[in-house]
């Protein structure tokens, strides 16, 4: 299977950030489904949709994935981390 470039583009974020992270391509529309996207591609992070329907940018990708790095790790008053 050919990963796609936006995969790569996000493994090679986590890559740089340091960040150890298991990707996973989604193809079956149910799945897609199941996180409210309805236009290609989409990231979810820890189970949460960040971003759809557009490519982010290698700056706005490092912003994403370090800020649901950082709410998991100092979750709000009330809220559980993942």
């Known amino acids: 299977m050919h990963e796609a470039p936006h995969a790569c583009r996000c493994g090679a974020r986590c ?19 199941q996180y409210r996207i309805l236009f290609t591609p989409g990231l979810v992070i820890d189970e949460e949709l960040v971003c759809a329907g557009r490519i982010p940018s290698k700056a706005e990708l490092s912003q994403l994935i370090t800020t649901r790095l950082n709410e998991n790790r100092h979750p ?7």
Not at 15 to 33: D, H, M, Q
Not at 76 to 82: D, L
Request: proline content about 4%; aromatic content about 0%; hydrophobic content about 30%.
């Open 76 to 82: 709000q008053a009330g809220e559980e981390g993942s």
């Open 15 to 33: 890559a740089e950030l340091e960040i150890e992270a298991t990707l996973e391509r989604v193809t079956e529309p149910s799945e897609i489904g």
